[in-house]
T-cell receptor, first 115, second 115 residues
């Protein structure tokens, strides 16, 4: 079954505004990751936050993680037209065996930044 | 240099045929993955593989089989193609450490169309 659920499904903002996307999940995780996918392209890793971390920054990106609520948020500040893409959260779960992990992706948030 | 590459980029074939998609990574990662992204952009893990273990998503039909000739390659073989196999297939790789998995690097995707 699907692990992550992003909210909203689609978001349209003006250039310069901040964009916030949320992700909820169901089970305990090793870490949570955010990816971006431009139309017709592969996914690009943005940021990883481990289960013992609460907040992480990378450039204009800020990610929070609340393991008690099983939720995460991605904030993009001062958005640009080039930020237009789909954003996915992915939860990393450990499998028994030789240190195997798998990512389970949500459905994504489609962000449109209007110039 | 391309980190994760896939060939072909587009594949159009008829029902019942057998086809393969190749994937190569030059990052020295120890784990590789195959994902399927459907028309609704939902990304689902199909396989993860390192030199010790193959983990198969139980929902993947046994017509799909990964084959790894060496650590840098994980090819996807599909037998008896069906209309429902039409999707974009992504290969990815990552390093897995003692504290968990790290970010995954995705290939550009292979758009498979079964007619």
């Amino acid at each position: 079954s699907q692990q992550g659920e992003e909210d909203p499904q689609a978001l349209s903002i003006q250039e310069g505004e901040n964009a916030t996307m949320n992700c909820s999940y169901k089970t305990s995780i090793n870490n949570l990751q955010w990816y971006r996918q431009n139309s017709g392209r592969g996914l690009v890793h943005l940021i990883l936050i481990r289960s013992n971390e609460r907040e992480k920054h990378s450039g204009r990106l800020r990610v929070t993680l609340d393991t008690s609520k099983k939720s995460s948020s991605l904030l993009i500040t001062a958005s640009r037209a080039a930020d237009t893409a789909s954003y996915f959260c992915a939860t990393a779960l450990a499998y028994s065996g030789a240190g195997s992990y798998q990512l389970t992706f949500g459905k994504g948030t489609k962000l449109s930044v209007i110039p | 240099d391309t980190a994760v590459s896939q060939t072909p980029k587009y594949l159009v074939t008829q029902m019942g045929n057998d086809k393969s998609i190749k994937c190569e990574q030059n990052l020295g990662h120890d784990t590789m993955y195959w994902y399927k992204q459907d028309s609704k952009k939902f990304l689902k893990i199909m396989f993860s593989y390192n030199n010790k273990e193959l983990i198969i998503n139980e929902t993947v039909p046994n017509r799909f089989s990964p084959k790894s000739p060496d650590k840098a390659h994980l090819n996807l073989h599909i037998n008896s193609l069906e209309l429902g196999d039409s999707a974009v297939y992504f290969c990815a790789s990552s390093q897995v450490g003692k504290i968990g998995t790290y970010e995954q690097y995705f290939g550009p995707g292979t758009r498979l169309t079964v007619t």
